[in-house]
């Protein structure tokens, strides 16, 4: 009887010891997994599943949200502009401190997971990029044209209350007019150029929130303040600057439209797919196309 009693003891240990080793085993593999860094193909894999959930979402959700992101991006002009007004003009340093401010819009539209034009020119073109169809390019498509006008039509409403309300101080007025005029008024030649970076930056954004973690609000933070602190030039948050010009009378919708938008516009999607996205698409080409990446990576016609 006291040999079995022992027996049951000592097979209870057992599996305790058995439980225990598994435990440890789990959480050195959630630690180890934690502390890898994702691979180029699993960080295209989360942005690719995000693509095509992008294309699938219905028109109403898509002008909604991105009316809310032209909006909002405008806390981007604001910010600068509030900084510029209270720093001391003789501060060393005033121009890369102010620049900060520019970072406000970006990070409430990013983690407000709302539709900015220059983040889909990567996210959705990657589907396209796997799926290589007529059909997954039209989607696309028709989802930048859907995003881009009520992104800039967001950037209107926030330009008028802005320009024809009470809502800032003369002060901040003059401090968002002038970051505007400089912002616009480069040329076309320099706004398309100096769009590029600008839209490789954004795309950069997007190819590291995946293995971020805990740091996407700095990787947001220092890469938007990059455009700003570099001169670059962003189409959505700049609309805000173009409809302000123009609504104040000291520039024509010519000059804003070709002086400005569409330079811009092209330059960032230059940026932001035809290097940025075919560069990322890249890295995992092989490994897609031979089974390692996606299962639904192949072409559907």
């Not at 049951?8 to 860094?37: F, G, P």
């Not at 990070?107 to 997971?113: E, H, K, P, S, T």
């Not at 889909?120 to 995003?147: E, F, G, Y």
Request: hydrophobic share 50%; glycine share 10%.
């Amino acid at each position: 009887m006291k040999d079995q009693k022992a027996g049951h003891k000592s097979a209870h240990r057992e599996t305790d010891n058995l439980e225990k080793d598994a435990i440890q085993h789990e959480a050195e593999e959630e630690s180890v997994t934690k502390a890898t860094r994702l691979s180029s193909r699993l960080i295209y894999e989360v942005i690719r599943r995000d693509g095509e959930e992008e294309l699938e979402r219905p028109m109403p959700s898509l002008i909604w949200s991105g009316l809310a992101a032209g909006i909002l991006i405008s806390l981007s002009v604001l910010g600068e502009g509030i900084l510029r007004q209270h720093l001391p003009q003789d501060m060393a340093g005033r121009y890369l401190i102010e620049n900060f401010g520019y970072s406000f819009g970006f990070l409430v539209v990013i983690f407000g997971r709302m539709q900015l034009f220059t983040e889909n020119t990567i996210t959705t073109v990657l589907p396209v990029l796997a799926r290589q169809s007529r059909k997954a390019l039209s989607a696309m498509l028709r989802l930048w044209a859907v995003v881009l006008t009520a992104n800039v039509v967001g950037a209107l409403l926030a330009a008028l209350m802005m320009s024809k309300t009470n809502m800032l101080s003369t002060e901040l007025t003059e401090a968002v007019i002038a970051l505007s005029d400089h912002a616009v008024t480069m040329g076309a030649g320099d706004s398309f150029i100096r769009a590029i970076p600008a839209g490789v930056l954004v795309a950069a954004i997007v190819w590291m929130m995946p293995s971020a973690e805990g740091n996407a609000f700095f990787v947001i933070l220092t890469f938007t303040w990059l455009i700003a602190a570099g001169d670059f030039t962003h189409v959505i948050a700049g609309s805000v600057e173009m409809w302000i010009m123009l609504l104040a009378g000291t520039m024509t919708p010519a000059a804003a439209a070709f002086g400005y938008l569409f330079p811009v516009l092209l330059g960032n999607i230059i940026g932001g797919t035809a290097i940025f996205a075919i560069l990322a698409w890249g890295q995992v080409y092989d490994e897609v196309r031979h089974g390692a990446g996606s299962g639904d990576g192949g072409q559907d016609g």
